[in-house]
């Protein structure tokens, strides 16, 4: 095993379905679950984590809302992985993150680099993460989260009182104060006076289709200036063909996002 490849969901995704394609058709076809059933096939020496954690804004059918903010919710992920980690410290790690996934990851990195002295157990995400592939991470900000605030504000009024995950969706406002933080402290980061080739590596992928399940947002959830860095010197770039929501469920091998996905992640592997 030469590196760990980690996947973190997105707002109100889950660790599995998240990355599964269900086919038409119900339970009478399989689904296709890529980074197991697709990855392992075509790279075998690499271990592969899911990592889940509470991204709905309420689950009203059972009372009980989330009461976590973007940092809580980093220091457990750095917590939990790291834990993970306890027995291969220094392999190298790639995060594969959707949406709101990859703004816990750029988060981690930030609190795990502020671990400089005394935790080494911490400081080893960071030091040892080789690459990120976001998949519609809101960098500045995300449309549809208006739409999150609204089923919010409605799960709110319901038994178990306002969900401090209305906390998060504010968050992701447009040119929010812990988008900015997070956007400026990760590119400081970035910026650290070493070889490009040494620096955190970056593929963004990108939405090509508009969320057209929903009339009033037909255009795309995050739009292309948000989800990208535009920093060529370690950033790469191409456009799923597939909204916000499928743009990380893939059905078979030839799918081009998958393409995409597996050309970078080989070649990531390579300089490793």
Same mark, same amino acid.
Not at 71 to 84: K, P, Y
Not at 153 to 169: E, F, Q, W
Not at 189 to 198: G, H, K, R, S, V
């Given at each position: 095993i030469i590196a760990d490849v980690c996947f973190v969901h997105g707002l109100g995704g889950h660790p599995r379905k998240t990355w599964q394609h269900d086919p038409a058709g119900g339970k009478k076809k399989?689904?296709?679950?890529?980074?197991?059933?697709?990855?392992?096939?075509?790279?075998?020496?690499?271990?592969?984590?899911?990592?889940?954690?509470?991204?709905?804004p309420s689950h009203w059918y059972k009372g009980k809302t989330t009461q976590m903010t973007i940092?809580?919710?980093?220091?457990?992920?750095?917590?939990?992985?790291?834990?993970?980690r306890a027995s291969c410290k220094r392999r190298p790690i790639i995060f594969f993150a959707h949406s709101l996934g990859g703004i816990l990851v750029k988060n981690m990195i930030i609190l795990s680099a502020k671990y400089k002295l005394g935790n080494l157990q911490f400081q080893d995400i960071g030091q040892s993460c080789h690459a990120i592939v976001f998949f519609g991470t809101p960098h500045r900000g995300a449309g549809a989260v208006e739409l999150?605030?609204?089923?919010?504000?409605?799960?709110?009024?319901? =038994?178990?009182?306002?969900?401090?995950?209305?906390?998060?969706?504010?968050?992701?406002? =447009?040119?929010?104060?812990?988008?900015?933080?997070?956007?400026?402290?990760?590119?400081?980061?970035?910026?650290?006076?070493? =070889?490009?080739?040494?620096k955190i590596q970056i593929y963004s992928?990108?939405?090509?289709?508009?969320?057209?399940?929903?009339?009033?947002?037909?255009?795309?959830?995050?739009?292309?200036?948000?989800?990208?860095?535009?920093?060529?010197?370690?950033?790469q770039s191409s456009h799923v063909p597939a909204n916000h929501m499928d743009m990380c469920r893939f059905k078979t091998a030839t799918d081009s996002g998958y393409s995409d996905l597996k050309a970078a992640l080989t070649g990531y592997l390579v300089a490793i």
């Open positions: 399989r689904p296709c679950y890529w980074p197991f059933d697709l990855l392992p096939r075509d790279i075998d020496n690499i271990r592969i984590m899911t990592y889940g954690y509470d991204s709905s940092d809580q919710h980093t220091q457990t992920m750095l917590q939990r992985i790291s834990n993970a999150g605030m609204m089923v919010a504000n409605v799960i709110g009024a319901l =038994p178990g009182g306002p969900s401090v995950y209305k906390d998060i969706l504010r968050s992701l406002q =447009p040119d929010s104060e812990k988008l900015i933080s997070i956007l400026t402290d990760f590119n400081d980061i970035m910026e650290e006076n070493i =070889p490009a080739p040494d992928f990108q939405e090509g289709q508009g969320y057209s399940r929903i009339t009033t947002l037909d255009h795309k959830v995050v739009p292309d200036g948000s989800s990208i860095f535009n920093r060529r010197a370690f950033e």
